[in-house]
């Protein structure tokens, strides 16, 4: 059965619920007034990214391609407390050229990647000041044509925030997520929102619809419709290969230090679309047998891209 086959039935029988979804979406409250306020709330979110053509060290050039769609539900008791579960996919088109280290004998790497990630957030006011949340998600990526048994991981988020006042919200936290062909990997988090003025913002937590991973963002809200940003991230995908390619049941791995910047418009209160560029730093792709033994690494050179993203909350 073809990883791709896979998929279709899992995404469709799971109704849709919604993806990654992180710690913002289960705590933020609706925009209307308490008295008239649901305590259930609709949310989507998606983008598409281009990474345009870079040189590779050990010869040879790539560019990819990424679409994210989110889409889920959430249940909120009060202002600090609420739950959401959450489904997302995301398709990786690779296009490598004129590839000599691959370790087979194909001149790719790999070509199409599917990626489902289900997640239940949870997040819990302590107390005026206080609050915990937990995040657990399960995954699973592969190439089309990989062994769906093969590509699954899973792992939690978990920490505490204090609330020093209305301007600044800060906070330790704990990752650990299992890893195709390696040890779990266990990180430290820092969950931050800081109001420094009435214009200007950091915060962590919130990625962006068409990239991957936890960052740091500064934003500058320029007027009642527009918000623009400078951030970064530390971005890592793993997934499984082919059983039938050129690595048969191996590993895939490809990994950056994305820069960029946004520009944000308001549609609504409810709906909004970004525009981002930037440039991807200290890339990598790399190789392993289904041991998870190292058959090829290559660095990447700076590679510009350039995305679409939205996000619609009901």
Known sequence: MRYQTSFTTVLFSSVLLFPALLLAEASDPPSQPPETRSPWSTFSRGGALHQFDSDLDEGGSYSSSRFNIQAGQGYS???????S???SYSYDDYSFSDITNTGGNNNSYWEDIHSVSL?????????DNWSAFLFPSLRTSGESGARFSDTITGGMFAGAAYK???T???GPGLGVMTQLEESPSIFPILI????????????????????????????YQANSKWRLGLGGRYEKLRFRLDKNGSTPGGVG????????????????RKATVSIVAGVELAG?????????????EDSVDPALFTALTFNVRM
Do not use: C
Not at 253 to 268: G, I, K
Not at 284 to 296: A, M, N, P, R
């Open 253 to 268: 791995e490809d990994s950056a230090v994305p820069l960029f910047a946004s520009a944000t418009y308001n549609m609504s």
């Open 119 to 127: 997640s239940a957030p949870v997040r819990l006011g302590l107390d």
């Open 77 to 83: 008791w009060d202002r600090q407390t609420g739950v």
């Open 164 to 166: 020093f006042g209305p």
């Open 284 to 296: 990598e792709v790399k190789v392993e047998d289904s041991k998870g033994h190292t058959i090829s």
């Open 85 to 87: 579960l959450s489904l």
């Open 192 to 219: 931050i929102d800081w109001k420094i003025t009435d214009k200007i913002s950091l915060e962590t937590g919130r990625g962006l619809a068409a990239t991957l991973g936890p960052g740091l963002t500064l934003n």
């Open 168 to 170: 600044l919200t800060i």
